[in-house]
């Protein structure tokens, strides 16, 4: 096995113990268990395991923000409402975040940590500024995008949990009212 498959098989491997154990179960024994790998190599292909941690969670926020800008054209098709044309993009987001439990899962369990502000946070916001440089122009000009793209993420990752562990129904009618509490809460802040 080449040292980046490696590096893949173990990443993806944290990323479901995270997503089943939660990041209290997340030992290195439990990362390679069923992988035919040595524990060792943990430490030859990352610094340590936070930093395994990271990149596990570097994948799921690249993903992500990939996502987004992937949906992002909808909101330019100037024919729809700007109503409908957020809802078209929630919803692409929204089924992402259904559509991939453990993915799901993996990245609340670690946005939610202490590993998140202590190893993570900082590429984060790097990341998602690009998200927030396209969406601008959408809101008016003393908005804090950065926060109100945060909210946004936040509301979704809490009720798709919420479908993921059964608590609610995974159902057009439960999406539209995720979508409503959403819009609802930031529909102030956009432009006219």
Same mark, same amino acid.
């Given at each position: 096995?080449?040292?980046?498959?490696?590096?893949?098989?173990?990443? =993806?491997?944290?990323?479901?113990?995270?997503?089943?154990?939660?990041?209290?179960?997340?030992?290195?024994? %439990?990362?390679?268990?069923?992988?035919?790998? /040595?524990?060792?190599?943990?430490?030859? +292909? &990352? #610094?340590?395991?936070?930093?395994?941690?990271?990149? =596990?969670? %570097?994948?799921?926020? *690249?993903?992500?923000?990939?996502?987004?800008? +992937?949906?992002?054209?909808?909101?330019?098709?100037?024919?729809?409402?700007?109503?409908?044309?957020?809802?078209?993009? &929630? !919803? %692409?987001?929204?089924?992402?975040?259904?559509?991939?439990?453990?993915?799901?899962?993996?990245?609340?369990?670690?946005?939610?940590?202490?590993?998140?502000?202590?190893?993570?946070?900082?590429?984060?916001? =790097?990341?998602?500024? !690009?998200?927030?440089?396209?969406?601008?122009?959408?809101?008016?000009?003393? =908005? *804090?995008?950065?926060?109100?793209?945060?909210?946004?993420?936040?509301?979704?990752?809490?009720?798709?949990?919420?479908?993921?562990? #059964? +608590?609610?129904? /995974?159902? *057009?009618?439960? !999406?539209?009212?995720?979508?409503?509490?959403?819009?609802?809460?930031?529909?102030?802040?956009?432009? %006219?």
């Amino acid at each position: 096995m080449s040292p980046q498959d490696m590096r893949n098989v173990l990443i =993806a491997r944290t990323i479901t113990v995270i997503a089943d154990e939660g990041l209290d179960k997340t030992t290195t024994k %439990a990362i390679v268990t069923g992988t035919g790998i /040595n524990e060792v190599y943990i430490y030859r +292909q &990352f #610094d340590d395991k936070e930093d395994l941690l990271a990149k =596990a969670f %570097a994948r799921l926020d *690249d993903e992500l923000v990939e996502k987004v800008l +992937q949906h992002l054209p909808v909101m330019y098709i100037t024919a729809l409402d700007f109503e409908t044309r957020c809802r078209a993009f &929630f !919803s %692409a987001i929204w089924n992402f975040l259904l559509g991939n439990r453990e993915k799901c899962l993996a990245f609340v369990r670690y946005y939610y940590s202490p590993y998140f502000a202590k190893h993570s946070f900082k590429e984060h916001r =790097a990341r998602f500024m !690009s998200v927030v440089d396209k969406f601008k122009e959408a809101f008016i000009e003393e =908005a *804090d995008v950065w926060m109100i793209l945060n909210h946004i993420l936040n509301v979704m990752l809490d009720f798709a949990v919420k479908v993921h562990h #059964d +608590q609610m129904p /995974n159902e *057009d009618n439960y !999406s539209e009212h995720v979508f409503r509490v959403i819009y609802a809460s930031v529909k102030q802040y956009f432009k %006219a």
